[in-house]
């Protein structure tokens, strides 16, 4: 167990500009931080640990929170409660048991280069390994995030997602604690297996929506080759204004939209960074199904920036010599995002096709914000999806998220250091990120995606601004189908300190989440 202000601290990569903002003005009437008064943190060493842990506490008023890397931007499982009245968590405190997952980090590789991870892997670890291995997966930039969490709620992978997929397409088989304390080993169906349908569904919705099924406490995933990874790097373009910097990314989204977007089969990918400062930052991967030049491919970025006079001030497009230079390129810039606390809201918007005029004019003049001078360690992230990762999107057995249906992506990561902005700042940015999502609703019936990946939306906005389910599953079938996976295998919703709890909150009650004690079992 574990004094939870510290393990707060130590666990917690950012806070949610939301609970910020709630907290500072009810602290003084609550006066215990993010924790009831009952939540225990635990550090279980293995699966049947965690399995006798869930079936030996008394299931009453006793919900289940997970924790990997703890970089959830909504503090989902490190502030197992919310503060926000109207939120769709509401403003209930649980007695909460905190899994704290850092001792089960193990690794393993098998001469057929599959990798199983222990539940409390990171990023850094994992590609690490792949390094080593001579291999490569889709995995995001993030260093110290969580290999389960970013599995389960379907994370992406800019950099390599359209070559190699997303990560959650590469798992081969998974190991589950449920919410009574029974361990099943899942694997992906085979033509000639012969499996019991409810492990079948319970593995696919694991592969998207997991965070809300139960306790996952190991992930076995195929690696590809690293040759898949030819070469890749960044140009830098001073754009120093706002007008600038709108003016240069409208040529350099063309680019996009016209060079990047339509090859198949894809062989490039393209991200674009835009800082607090108007820096722009467009980092171009290219795959091994790439046959031209990556210099000369490039060309027209470095056009428009002489039409927009726009320095460039480092050009680096074929600096990356390995998967693992890119994958790990960012890491330092990333350790560096520090606060006092750092505060963080995170958002995002895109298309299940080449985005139209109208989205990108949003995009330059809306999500775009007064925001990222206020908040100096925020970014807008726009990149290319698709290919590989979007395979068998319009398959009804595709993975339960919808980033399998996207294409084009941007985010909006909204950070700052607490200590050094004025608190009616503060309030001015939650805000203005508020309303820009608001906005970016009313766009939904043009094609624009919002707040459709589970691993990019804060779920303690006010209820008003959630993403619709459907768009966050990947579709209605998709949304039924994880809501009734859920309550079969959660039939109490012990597991309620996720990205998801809104949408299975209509699944149960008062009376149906709260089970009576089993005898044998003792209080928490």
Not at 39 to 59: A, G, N
Not at 200 to 226: I, K, N, Y
Not at 401 to 423: E, R
Not at 462 to 488: C, I, Q, W, Y
Request: charged share 20%; aromatic share 8%.
């Amino acid at each position: 167990m574990s004094d939870n202000s510290n393990w707060f601290n130590d666990r917690t990569w950012s806070i949610s500009g939301n609970k910020e903002m709630e907290f500072a003005e009810k602290e003084s009437k609550n006066g215990d931080g993010p924790f009831a008064a009952g939540t225990i943190v635990v550090f279980p060493k293995s699966t049947l640990e965690v399995s006798l842990l869930l079936s030996s506490v008394d299931h009453r008023d006793c919900a289940i929170a997970v924790v990997c890397g703890g970089h959830s931007s909504s503090n989902v499982a490190t502030w197992p409660c919310s503060l926000v009245e109207g939120s769709a968590a509401g403003d209930v405190k649980d007695r909460t048991l905190i899994l704290d997952m850092k001792h089960m980090s193990s690794i393993i590789v098998n001469e057929k280069r599959v990798v199983t991870v222990g539940g409390g892997t990171l990023l850094r670890q994992l590609a690490e390994t792949c390094a080593r291995e001579n291999c490569a997966l889709p995995i995001g930039t993030g260093p110290t995030v969580g290999v389960a969490g970013y599995v389960l709620n379907g994370g992406i992978s800019g950099y390599f997602g359209r070559r190699l997929g997303m990560l959650g397409q590469r798992v081969t088989g998974l190991e589950i604690v449920l919410a009574n304390g029974d361990i099943k080993t899942l694997s992906s169906p085979c033509p000639d297996s012969v499996r019991k349908e409810d492990d079948v569904d319970l593995f696919r919705a694991c592969l998207g929506a997991g965070s809300a099924m139960g306790v996952v406490t190991s992930l076995t995933l195929t690696m590809d080759d690293d040759s898949s990874f030819r070469t890749g790097g960044s140009i830098v373009f001073a754009c120093s204004t706002k007008s600038v910097a709108k003016a240069f990314l409208a040529k350099a989204l063309t680019f996009m939209k016209v060079s990047i977007m339509p090859l198949s089969p894809p062989s490039t990918s393209m991200e674009i960074v835009i800082t607090h400062d108007f820096t722009v930052i467009c980092t171009l991967m290219y795959y091994d199904t790439f046959a031209g030049d990556p210099e000369t491919f490039a060309e027209p970025l470095r056009q428009a920036a002489v039409e927009c006079d726009v320095p460039i001030v480092a050009d680096g497009l074929s600096s990356h010599k390995s998967w693992f230079s890119a994958a790990s390129s960012l890491w330092g810039v990333i350790d560096r995002m520090k606060g006092d606390p750092l505060i963080r809201m995170d958002h995002c918007i895109g298309s299940e096709h080449i985005p139209s005029d109208e989205m990108l004019e949003f995009l330059l003049d809306r999500w775009l914000g007064n925001f990222l001078q206020k908040a100096p360690l925020s970014i807008i992230e726009i990149r290319t999806l698709g290919g590989e990762a979007s395979k068998g999107a319009n398959d009804k057995h595709h993975l339960p998220t919808g980033n399998v249906k996207c294409s084009f992506h941007a985010d909006m990561i909204v950070a700052y250091d607490a200590s050094t902005v004025a608190p009616e700042d503060k309030s001015g940015i939650l805000a203005e990120v508020h309303d820009i999502i608001a906005d970016a609703k009313k766009m939904r019936s043009g094609g624009l995606m919002v707040d459709f990946s589970g691993t990019h939306f804060q779920s303690d906005d006010p209820t008003s601004l959630l993403p619709e389910g459907d768009d966050v599953f990947g579709g209605a079938e998709n949304h039924a189908f994880v809501r009734a996976t859920k309550k079969m295998h959660d039939p109490c919703n012990r597991f309620r300190h996720h990205p998801f709890s809104s949408y299975f909150l209509g699944e149960y009650n008062r009376e149906t989440r709260v089970p009576q004690r089993s005898k044998g079992q003792r209080a928490l």
